[in-house]
């Protein structure tokens, strides 16, 4: 097929011959471009036809058309009538001496060596153009005659002709002669960036902290060993290279390693062993996590293996001895928890069984005292106001103490607490102290939300605002002040009071149950109220701490989480 792409022959019209489309619409781009008019055909007959027709000003032809090669094409156009002084460049690779001679005995003008670069091939259309009258002018005497390759051979092309493709192929060996250093010089450049890399492999792998070896594919003998291979495997590396894992390990671990090896081959997968035994002489019994990988050649085969061991010996047996602390952890855990559900049951059943003789005790004396005061003298009195005393703080300590013991049992039911609201309505219900009694003064500051179970988180709040109103009342001006901030994932609020204090070396008492740091005549009290706090903050996953002097007041602080709780 062949395409014209002007409607005439001009000085500037060119013929381009040749099957490949790509390459024929890459050479029309760049004369297009030029401002040259291009026609095209792919194969040899349509352009000697279209030859005839158009009569083109320049005709560029591969050599290898259908048809008619490009040799054949230049001859009958050199040879056919007004036809002989249109200029032919021939495109070839000249990978054979023979197309020049080939070329020489056609009439071809020029050669042009592909892959060409555009500024070559645009000089070649130049100067055959320029040279299109000169080149074919008739010259008298016999024709040219060359010796080659042992032969001689008649040129019937003009001299100028011959000495214009003599220099194009001159030209075109000197351009394959720049490539070709051009090649070998970036030849040594990437063989110098190669064996630096290789330098720095070399280097990495020598010195790397993990074991490494390589495997010849053939007798999966050892060709590579690195530093932390040898100080494992407890043998020098000029005693491993070249030898196979049968002359330096047991039977049994050298079978297992070499079917290890020929899976890996026979796959070309990388094979992970987690687990493989193997008795270092140097280390004794070591246990490894092994990584096989196969190493491929250009034929894509496998042409060694590369083998990358950690050695978990020591991992292995701190994660047996963690898993044990675990199982001994849970075992006592639950041991715990069953005691403490048997303390808490037993602490339950004892405070109910508690209060039958109690109240018995109670109003026995109550009626001693209502029947038979007139009877008692002051020391009788004083003996039942001391058992009715004593009898109220019992009630009271029993009430606290299934308090405590159902703190343990209540689900906790989280939800956003609004701490402002939440603290100012125990602040409301806190009891007034008697006529004469100095009145705290409470500042509430900003508290942040925080997940809680309210009715839990009600009860700490109420058992640190009573300590603090408590232990402030024998201050002249008690001051007690909440605050609230968030540091992380956790919101910590605060109470602070200017009361009696507390002995910081005391301070491991301080919320232990029926641990007091004041007797019943400096404040009443049952030592269950800090503990409770305790108990509902750790169950919210939060902490409590606190900080007091004697005499200057004390501060304390619970903190609960804020995200993921």
Known sequence: MATVQSGGASPRHILIVENITAQALMLQHILEEEGYQVSTADNGVAALEMTRAIRPALIISGVAIPEMSGYELCRQIKAGPGLSPIPVILV?????????????????????????????????????????????????????????????????????????????????????????????????????????????????????????????AAQLRYVRVNSAEEQLVGIARQDMVGKSVHDLFSQEEADRFTAQDQRVLASGLIEEIPEDRFFSQSKGLRLLHTRKVPVFGEAAEPTHVLGISEDITQKKALEKEIADLHSALKLRADELETTNKSLESFTSAASHDLRSPLSIIGGYAGLLVKNYADRLDEKGLHYLSVIGT??????????????????????????????????????????????GAPQPVI???????????????????????????????????????????????????????????FDMAHYDKLFEVFERLHTDQEFEGTGVGLASVRRVVTRHGGRVWAEGKVDQGAVFHFALPVQGG
């Open 92 to 216: 070839t690779s000249l990978s054979d001496p023979n197309e020049v001679l080939l070329g020489l005995q056609c009439g071809a003008d020029s050669f042009v060596i592909k892959p060409y670069e555009r500024s070559h091939m645009l000089a070649r259309v130049e100067h055959a153009l320029s040279n299109r009258d000169v080149a074919h002018m008739t010259e008298d005497g016999p024709p040219a005659e060359i010796f080659f390759h042992g032969e001689r051979h008649q040129i019937s092309a003009s001299r100028t002709q011959i000495l214009n493709l003599l220099m194009s192929t001159y030209d075109a060996a000197m351009q394959r002669n720049n490539e070709l250093h051009e090649s070998r010089q970036q030849l040594r450049e990437r063989t110098a960036e190669v064996l630096e890399v290789n330098r720095f492999l070399d280097s990495m792998i020598e010195h790397i902290p993990t074991p490494v070896y390589i495997k010849d």
């Open 443 to 501: 500042q509430l500051g900003l508290l942040p939300p925080a997940p809680a179970d309210p009715g839990l988180l009600r009860q700490v709040w109420v058992n640190l605002l009573s300590n603090a109103v408590k232990y402030s009342s024998l201050t002249a001006n008690p001051q007690i002040e909440v605050s609230g901030r968030v540091e992380g994932a956790e919101a910590v609020y605060t109470v602070r009071d200017n009361g009696a204090g």
């Open 390 to 435: 004593r009898v109220k703080s019992m009630a009271r300590l029993i009430d606290d103490l299934l308090s405590f013991s159902r703190l343990s049992l209540q689900e906790v039911q989280k939800t956003d607490v609004d701490m402002n609201a939440l603290a100012a309505q125990v602040v409301a219900d806190l009891p007034v102290g008697g006529p």
